[in-house]
T-cell receptor, first 112, second 114 residues
Framework: DAEITQSPRHKITETGRQVTLACHQTWNHNNMFWYRQDLGHGLRLIHYSYGVQDTNKGEVSDGYSVSRSNTEDLPLTLESAASSQTSVYFC???????????FGPGTRLTVL | AQSVSQHNHHVILSEAASLELGCNYSYGGTVNLFWYVQYPGQHLQLLLK??????LVKGIKGFEAEFIKSKFSFNLRKPSVQWSDTAEYFCAVRVGSTLGRLYFGRGTQLTVWP
């Protein structure tokens, strides 16, 4: 069955380190999204991509970057991790503009 | 900026009680509307969605929602909740001009006591 996976599921890192969170989907969806989930804020969009070589900033993109070199993967990089980036990160994908988004299981990141 | 408001942050009910969770959005154009559910420790799953047509949509597990365009609302309902409905519920909106990205509300935590 097609699915969307994220790795690692849990990560503890130190302030200032570079961290990359992986997202891989086997649906062959063009659209991929990264959200962070924080108590009281719901889900906020970090970056998104509508296809290979396409990336766009969301509402909370500062300190994060993404790259899309193939259809299946959209890795999220924290250039220099900060304690404010402690959160749960969800990746999602959708087939097209008129379709629902499917979510991955999430990565819980702690920055000490 | 677009915004999605969920009025209740935490709702506590007994089993068999009726549920209504409010959701309002700020965009006046064409919208697609979604309710997602997140069970403890799990990822978000789609409960139901509205794209067009009948404003009363039915989803999984006995949930339904009504789109009222004049009120910019998309409230979620269930006539009789179960303990297994304990979860966090998110309303999300896709506006016509933003090519697929979703705007989420802050979520409502539902706790159902057996």
């Amino acid at each position: 069955d097609a699915e969307i996976t994220q790795s690692p599921r849990h990560k503890i890192t130190e302030t200032g380190r570079q961290v990359t969170l992986a997202c891989h989907q086997t649906w062959n969806h063009n659209n991929m999204f990264w959200y962070r989930q924080d108590l009281g804020h719901g889900l906020r969009l970090i970056h998104y991509s509508y296809g290979v070589q396409d990336t766009n900033k969301g509402e909370v993109s500062d300190g994060y970057s993404v790259s899309r070199s193939n259809t299946e993967d959209l890795p999220l990089t924290l250039e220099s991790a900060a304690s404010s980036q402690t959160s749960v990160y969800f990746c999602a994908s959708s087939e097209g503009l008129g379709f629902e988004q499917f979510f991955g299981p999430g990565t819980r990141l702690t920055v000490l | 900026a677009q915004s999605v408001s969920q009025h209740n942050h935490h709702v506590i009910l007994s089993e068999a009680a009726s549920l209504e969770l409010g959701c309002n959005y700020s965009y006046g154009g064409t919208v697609n509307l979604f309710w997602y559910v997140q069970y403890p420790g799990q990822h978000l799953q789609l409960l139901l969605k509205y794209f067009s047509g009948d404003p009363l949509v039915k989803g999984i597990k006995g949930f339904e929602a009504e789109f009222i365009k004049s009120k910019f609302s998309f409230n979620l309902r269930k006539p009789s909740v179960q303990w297994s409905d304990t979860a966090e519920y998110f309303c999300a909106v896709r506006v016509g001009s933003t090519l697929g990205r979703l705007y989420f509300g802050r979520g409502t935590q539902l706790t159902v006591w057996p």
